[in-house]
């Protein structure tokens, strides 16, 4: 089911519009942009890319500021805007191998084929605030990114162990493609091969949409990873957390975690046959991807072998792609955990049905809970009658033919006439 907010009165809507944006701007020192947004909140603007399923910085930076920094509405706006573009072009299938890294780092191996790179992050330093951030001027950081660029100018050796690296359009030195660890164990026969990876290139089926192609369970395991790559990131974590904490016995090792950015090609446009050139190149995406390894099993010849876990999702959200590589086997996985439950998971990690099921709690419930009040008034009247050990039969549900009575609609009335009146009277004190 899906919820969206209801219309109303037009002019108290239009009045309550104002209200907000009067909230929003009343005391701004300095009108936060688009653009200051996009390129100073840039792990905010990416979890709202991934929950609203569309790779738009621009737009998701648009959606915070009219949302005022509340990542579910602003990922509510962007799926809502979306949903009105056309689909233009189908782009070929992306290799995250072949990724301009700017992180890779692996808690399984110390010294893996290229070395660790910690690049952007904050997961070694102290979670104090930096109080001085509250005096920062643009001359501050410009003399900071200037001697940042001055000091990573210097040429650098390349690693041994890597292939010469490529060159881009502009006949630049790209940067070394890295070798994948998964592909590593599995070409030693430690990994089992990933559904629909590059081990079965062989073997291409189309991938289920889950916005155009209605979801029944079980789902194909394309259309599982879709739901949990724009699943909510807190929901996501929370089911993980569940699961390694033993409501799903799993617990993986980071096999390797890359964040960077990868190509993006289309078929050529005019080629009906495919006989054509080679695809056209449109840009390129940043990603994270996580490939997890979790405790060996046996297939059917007897060999033990690690299973592997997969989650990818737009920007820079690790904690996310880890979820998402810990939900994909926990559902693998046979059990009666919440976290092995794909019905359960799939539909309780949406953003946009979760915090619409939660908000429309706000919309009116005036009639059922006038209903409520109805059969509770009666209830205490049937338990007081019962108290005073007169003997009296019990109320009857029904209304004898020819007997006058106040119908339960018309209590309901009169007592919702009574709420409007002292609403009307506290809207007045106001």
Known sequence: MAYTAVTGGKEAIAEAEKLTEFFRLKDAQAILTVGMIETQLRLLVDRVMGEGGLYAPGYAALALKQAEGDPAEAAFLLRAYRSTLPRNHVSTVIDPADMRVLRRISSSFRDMPGGQVLGPTRDYTHRLLKFALREETMDD????????????????????DLAEPATDREGRAALPAFPKIADLLRKQGLMKAAEGGRAEEGREEEPFDITRQKLIFPVPRSGRLQMLARGETGAMTALAYSSMRGYGAVHPTIGELRVGYVPVAVPYPLDEGGARGEPLYIGEILLTEVETIHPFTQNASGEALFVPGYGLCFGQNEVKAISMAIL??????????????????????????????????????YITFQSSLDRIRRAQRAAGGKEAGEGAPEPQTGTPVGVKTETATAAAGKTAEADKEALTHGSRAD
């Open 141 to 160: 950081a410009e003399s900071f990114l200037g001697k940042y660029r001055e000091e990573t100018s210097l040429p650098r050796e390349r690693p041994a």
């Open 328 to 365: 994909e086997r926990s559902l693998e996985t046979s059990g009666t955990a919440p976290a092995q439950d794909e019905e359960f998971v799939l539909l309780h990690i949406d953003s946009v049905e979760s915090n619409g099921f939660v908000s429309h709690l706000k919309l009116p419930h």
